[in-house]
């Protein structure tokens, strides 16, 4: 069987997606403890796409006219969250956290790359898509996303790093809670400095119960539907006009993607701090951007890609390892606690709705700095996945 109509293969994307999710809500099934709705759309597109379901004309029609129209409008609709004064409520410490969290992982991914290239499947092949696993591991799944068009990620390295991202996201929660119970031990070993914690706990608690006490309205969702879609259409053409002044300049490693990533990312940071970011679908739209996004990606892909998984998740884990070391030193040197470094490590692998797992193990009143934390690598996950692209291709 092969789908032909190119609607009836968006509405079938968006059917197991919106059926995975409803799964999720109404059985709670520990498996999607495990596993999320994320990765399962992911797999199973790909075992359709394995299949030949997505072979056809069509098909490949709907996916080039979608695809990156969608993206676009999610980069957008994501960046909304991240008013910068909002995240200020951090603190210089908390802010100076998360961003040596960032850095340590950043080391392991540059340092470790030239040993595993070839065991990933070969520099030109995996470097981007290692780049957009590290935007992930600064901001979370959107990010990674959006490096898509950024970037040329090969669907089959793309997978790979999403196996490598689950897994290891996975062990990594498990680690960081079981050592909770070793926290005293760490923090006597950095004589870890706690001062002023319930303050910016207070502080970023008042924030986020600030966004949360608006309910969406339909004339929220479409107003924000349809600024986003314009949004996207005018940064695809600016885009590409920039990508032919470059060229033109002699500048052609730009491409259109870069620039329209570039661009629509400041746009959306700018327009946070206005009134367009307290539009209450705001976190809502994003995740439905999300997974349009992921169900089209997983449909150009296929099982056998996945072959080549196992090495990835190596290379993840002694990431991981590189950045315990190096976050141990800076804890020695700035007295950092493992409280705070523990939430800011899971902000950058998990993202904003992970980081309070963390945080309110050690105390409940914490999970806002861990929401804050997470907006914080939302807003600079895409500027730090171009920057590692470009590292990453000089070594491939």
Not at 265 to 286: D, Q
Request: net charge neutral; with cysteine; glycine share 10%.
């Amino acid at each position: 069987m092969v789908i032909t109509n190119g609607f009836t293969y968006i509405a079938f994307l968006m059917f197991i997606a919106g059926g995975l999710l409803f799964l999720e809500k109404k059985t709670k099934w520990k498996v999607f403890g495990v596993v999320p709705p994320l990765v399962w759309i992911y797999v199973l597109n790909m075992i359709f796409c394995t299949m030949g379901l997505y072979n056809s004309d069509g098909v490949s029609a709907a996916y080039g006219s979608v695809k990156n129209n969608i993206l676009y409008a999610m980069i957008f609709v994501m960046l909304l969250r991240c008013d910068f004064r909002k995240l200020g409520k951090l603190g210089p410490r908390m802010i100076a956290i998360f961003l040596g969290s960032a850095a340590t992982l950043a080391i392991g991914f540059v340092v470790l790359y030239p040993a595993f290239k070839g065991a990933l499947g070969g520099g030109e092949t995996t470097w981007a898509a290692t780049a957009a696993l590290y935007a992930s591991w600064v901001g979370g799944s959107a990010n990674m996303a959006a490096m898509q068009d950024a970037l040329p990620v090969d669907a089959g390295a793309y997978s790979c790093a999403l196996a490598l991202d689950t897994v290891c996201y996975s062990l990594w929660i498990a680690l960081l809670l079981l050592a909770v119970r070793y926290a005293d031990k760490w923090n006597k070993a950095v004589k870890a400095n706690t001062d002023g914690l319930d303050a910016i706990a207070e502080a970023a608690n008042a924030e986020v119960a600030k966004e949360k006490a608006h309910k969406a309205t339909a004339s929220d969702w479409i107003f924000l539907i349809g600024l986003s879609l314009m949004v996207s259409a005018i940064f695809q053409w600016l885009g590409a006009n920039a990508n032919a002044g470059l060229k033109a300049a002699g500048l052609g490693m730009f491409d259109k993607g870069t620039c329209t990533t570039v661009f629509i990312t400041i746009f959306g940071l700018i327009c946070a701090m206005t009134p367009l970011g307290k539009l209450p679908a705001v976190e809502e739209l994003s995740q439905v951007y999300l997974y349009a996004v992921v169900s089209l990606l997983a449909s150009t892909a296929t099982v056998s890609d996945l072959l080549s998984a196992p090495m990835w998740v190596v290379y993840g884990l002694l990431i991981l390892v590189v950045h315990v070391v190096l976050m141990f030193i800076l804890c020695k040197l700035f007295h950092w606690d493992i409280c705070m470094c523990s939430t800011a490590s899971v902000a950058c692998i998990g993202g904003s709705a992970s980081a309070p797992i963390i945080s309110t193990a050690y105390d409940p009143s914490f999970a806002g700095i861990g929401v804050l934390m997470g907006v914080l690598g939302a807003a600079i996950g895409n500027f730090c996945g171009l920057g590692m692209g470009a590292i990453l291709q000089m070594l491939a």
